[in-house]
């Protein structure tokens, strides 16, 4: 697994477990899926994406997504 795939696999766990949360706990949570998606826009334009920074000091390899 590349780091481009393991944001997108963290990004889509994240949506889904926001929204299970927003049901089942308080529509609160609903707010961490505006977050998610703010994030991943952000990283389209700039670049800078916090969790492609992590995954690549935990060993994950660099790569391109659609190749």
Known sequence: MTI???VM???GFMVLVSLALGLY???WWF???VFV????????????CPAA???KKLGIKPGT???
Not at 37 to 48: D, E, K, R
């Open 31 to 33: 707010l961490l899926t």
């Open 25 to 27: 706990v308080s529509v």
């Open 65 to 67: 997504a659609f190749d």
């Open 9 to 11: 696999m963290f990004a």
């Open 4 to 6: 481009d795939r393991a």
């Open 37 to 48: 998606g703010l994030n991943l826009m952000q990283a389209s334009v700039t670049g800078f």
């Open 53 to 55: 920074i992590a995954f």
